[in-house]
């Protein structure tokens, strides 16, 4: 398409660079993070610290869209995003990422505590330095290392409700990063001809699509461990406990069956993909029922 045909870029443009279906899970695992806290927070407060942890993550994509949008140019699901489809230019986001995570980390320790703050900056930097610029390029232990940059929101929404950041909160933590290997490496199996076009050394890419298989499930066992962890260590009641133990039967389940799929065509990975549409669902139920568990507990 030539640059006269395009139209002119608008708030949906810069709305997409936040990448709006990440951010709606960073907000739900932010926002059970501030309230499982138990805190007493006022109201004005606590939907100020959610909106921090939305704009900060963000501002963590569009830096990230900023970064790689030659490599997005060369994906067939990300081609059409702003920056390589050339409705924005590279500049603008560049301003509006890092406009956006000043501001977020700014209002979030002017409105609830500069711990909540900090955490909210390391996490951005973390996503766009450690994950984006460092690890994703060179080594395709990229998403196990750079999971704890989405592992960050029910830690920073802790920290805004207590100003502390105690077992319970890296427990959440701990889930989510354990969670993401797993999650991702489903996505990537299905679109490995993407990331091998590119050029993304992603473990499909790099060690084979038998080898991710067996990395799902081996990564699954710890990521259980970890979400049955604040029933075991008493956190959590017989709510969370029961429906922990069911989302990881099924969980593993389905990992199982990842693990002996033998299919090479994308056609061909109906396991893969109910795994990585399941564990959208694991999380938000997880999650959900660690707090309902909690409020039940109080």
Not at 208 to 216: C, K, L, N, P
Not at 252 to 257: E, G, M, Q
Request: aromatic letters at 12%.
């Amino acid at each position: 398409m030539d640059q006269a045909d395009r139209m002119p870029a608008d708030w949906r443009d810069l709305f997409a660079l936040t990448k709006p279906r990440v951010m709606s899970l960073v907000v739900f695992t932010g926002l059970c993070g501030l309230v499982a806290a138990r805190a007493p927070i006022h109201p004005v407060i606590a939907f100020t610290a959610v909106l921090c942890i939305a704009l900060g993550a963000g501002a963590a994509g569009a830096l990230n869209q900023w970064y790689e949008a030659d490599l997005d140019a060369k994906m067939r699901r990300t081609v059409k995003r702003p920056l390589p489809d050339g409705r924005l230019d590279r500049q603008s986001a560049l301003h509006f990422g890092v406009g956006l995570s000043v501001f977020s980390v700014i209002l979030m320790g002017v409105a609830a505590n500069w711990l909540a703050a900090a955490w909210l900056t390391i996490s951005i930097l973390f996503y766009v330095f450690v994950y984006t610029v460092w690890l994703k390029p060179r080594t395709a232990q990229n998403i196990v290392i750079g999971g704890a940059a989405g592992a960050f929101p029910p830690l920073i929404g802790w920290a805004a409700a207590t100003g502390s950041t105690p077992v319970m909160a890296w427990l959440m933590f701990a889930i989510i990063f354990l969670w993401t290997p797993p999650h991702f490496w489903a996505l990537s199996l299905f679109v490995r001809s993407d990331y091998a076009k590119a050029g993304v050394p992603m473990l499909p890419v790099t060690a084979g699509i038998a080898a991710t298989r067996r990395h799902i499930l081996i990564y699954t066992l710890p990521m259980i461990a970890a979400a049955l962890a604040p029933w075991a260590l008493g956190y959590a009641g017989a709510i969370y406990g029961i429906v922990s133990a069911a989302l990881n039967l099924v969980f593993l389940l389905l990992a199982i069956r990842v693990a002996g799929n033998r299919a090479t065509e994308p056609s061909g990975m109906a396991p893969e993909k109910k795994l990585f549409g399941f564990s959208i669902l694991y999380l938000f139920v997880l999650f959900g029922a660690l707090v309902a568990d909690r409020l039940v507990l109080a």
